[in-house]
């Protein structure tokens, strides 16, 4: 007995958005997420990974439930001086694995509503944007690392938090 055309409409188009989300999430790998612990009074910390895009793709919004505001940073020297400072968008060009880390691109994590517990795990959500304008949501998981992290070495070490809203 042949089923209502109504009654299919509906489930194909689920089975599509399902399909699409499928591939939406496998056209950006993420690898060795992780966030720096911070302590009570740290309203900032850093997050990072590696990513890789199988096309052309920009990372222009990250978001967190630990956090009010999250942005792409990237450090630049001015002449001595390492600074950082927001990103419109961070190009993820194809095939080429882009390294959020220490010194280097990070997302910044600021105005935290608590600490960053190490051991814990944080939510963040990256908003892609393809070729085509389309953006996607890609939910990452990143375990908490207290790095040993000597005053040289941690994220405060920068010059740049001068022009953060804090
Ligand atoms: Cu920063």
Redesign the pocket.
């Given at each position: 007995m042949p089923m209502p055309l109504t009654k299919i409409a509906p489930s194909l188009a689920l089975a599509g958005a399902l399909l699409l989300a499928a591939q939406a999430h496998a056209q950006v790998s993420v690898q060795d997420a992780w966030v720096r612990a911070s302590v009570p009074q740290q309203k900032?910390t850093?997050a990072f990974m590696r990513l890789t895009a199988a096309q052309d793709t920009r990372l222009v919004a990250v978001s967190s439930p630990l956090a009010a505001v999250a942005?792409v940073?990237?450090?630049k020297m001015e002449g001595d001086v390492m600074k950082?400072?927001?990103m419109p968008a961070l190009a993820l060009p194809a095939g080429k694995a882009v390294e959020l880390k220490p010194g280097g691109y990070?997302?910044?994590l600021?105005d935290l509503k608590q600490p960053a517990a190490a051991g814990s795990t944080v939510p963040l959500t990256l908003v892609l944007e393809g070729k085509d304008g389309q953006r996607q949501s890609l939910e990452v998981q990143a375990p908490v690392r207290a790095l040993g992290a000597g005053p040289a070495s941690g994220?405060d070490a920068?010059g740049?938090?001068g022009n953060?809203r804090h």
């Open positions: 900032a850093g942005e940073h990237e450090m950082m400072r927001a990070h997302i910044m600021m994220h920068h740049g938090h953060h």
